[in-house]
């Protein structure tokens, strides 16, 4: 499961997400989530043509000996 943190810099927020390999997750930018940074769909209750951004870690090759 996709771990985040976020810290103050600056004056600014900063939201780091950790993805595990193959792991897919779908980042709010509408701002409007309760699951933030997530995505949980509230951007289609808005006026607006903002979606989420589809994040994607590939996944680990394996390495033949």
């Known amino acids: 499961m ?4 976020t810290e103050e810099r ?3 927020l900063r ?4 993805l ?4 897919k997750v779908a980042l709010c930018r509408c701002f409007g989530s309760g699951d ?4 949980d769909g509230t ?3 808005l006026k607006s043509s903002v979606g989420p951004v589809i994040v994607s870690a590939p996944k680990e ?3 033949e000996d």
């Open 2 to 5: 996709a771990e985040h943190s």
């Open 10 to 12: 600056n004056g600014h």
């Open 15 to 18: 939201t780091e997400v950790k």
């Open 20 to 23: 595990a390999a193959g792991e």
């Open 36 to 39: 933030f940074p997530f995505c």
């Open 43 to 45: 951007h289609k209750t």
């Open 61 to 63: 090759e394996k390495k």
